[in-house]
Antibody, heavy 119, light 106 residues
């Protein structure tokens, strides 16, 4: 069974940093791209970033470029999201997701971790 | 960026009704379109990928159709457990973009 378990969320002041982690199990992590998707309270879903299976290809949405860094440790089956210079508009539940084949796109989601940016 | 226009935003229906939800892409996305179901307080779950392929475990009353720019999710006979918000996602190009969602209620 595919499992994605996020950790590292909480309350952080504007301008500060936070690092999210996602522990993956139930599949061969090093064979799949993985991504972060977020959802602001009572809002829709917003793709944040994707990293390829080998870490060589990385994509970000424009609003987080230069502030967020996605990375992975295939030996530990773990995905990360380093978030710097946080803004109130980054407040959201952050979901760790798996990218299946090219046809399947995002096929599994974690339960999410809440990040609140507020003074 | 590709804009995904999802309609309707809200839908009220009765058990047994046939329900359709639409997503329109601002440009051709071939068949790289997924549908997700998100129940209150839960993470989204994949229902349909590649526009019309059912994810394992998705009930057969769900179906997807379309290609290019126009896509439809159909529930052939609405069940109480289908109450949820439904989102479409295009994964043809970067950035990935979601529809704004359709909240389905009984």
């Amino acid at each position: 069974e595919v499992q994605l378990v996020e950790s590292g969320g909480g309350l952080v002041q504007p301008g500060r940093s936070m690092k999210l982690s996602c522990a993956a199990s139930g599949f061969t992590f090093s064979n799949y791209g993985v991504a972060w998707v977020r959802q602001a309270p009572t809002k829709g879903l917003e793709w944040v970033a994707t990293i390829s299976y080998d870490g060589r290809s990385i994509y970000y949405r424009d609003s987080v470029k230069g502030r967020f860094t996605i990375s992975r440790d295939n030996a530990k089956s773990t995905l990360f999201l380093q978030m710097n210079s946080l803004r109130s508009e980054d407040t959201a539940t952050y979901y760790c997701t798996r990218e299946g084949t090219q046809l399947r796109g995002i096929d599994y989601w974690g339960q999410g971790v809440m990040v609140t940016v507020s003074s | 960026d590709i804009q995904m226009t999802q309609s309707p935003s809200f839908l009220s229906a009765s058990v047994g009704d046939r329900v359709t939800i639409n997503c329109k892409a601002s440009q051709n996305i071939n068949r790289y379109l997924n549908w997700y179901q998100q129940k209150l307080g839960e993470a989204p779950e994949l229902l349909i990928y590649n526009a019309n392929s059912l994810q394992t475990g998705t009930p057969s009353r769900f179906s997807g159709s379309g290609s290019g720019t126009d896509f439809t999710l159909t529930i052939s006979s609405l069940q109480p457990e289908d109450v949820a918000t439904y989102f479409c996602l295009q994964h043809n190009s970067w950035p990935r973009t979601f529809g704004a969602g359709t909240k389905l209620e009984l």
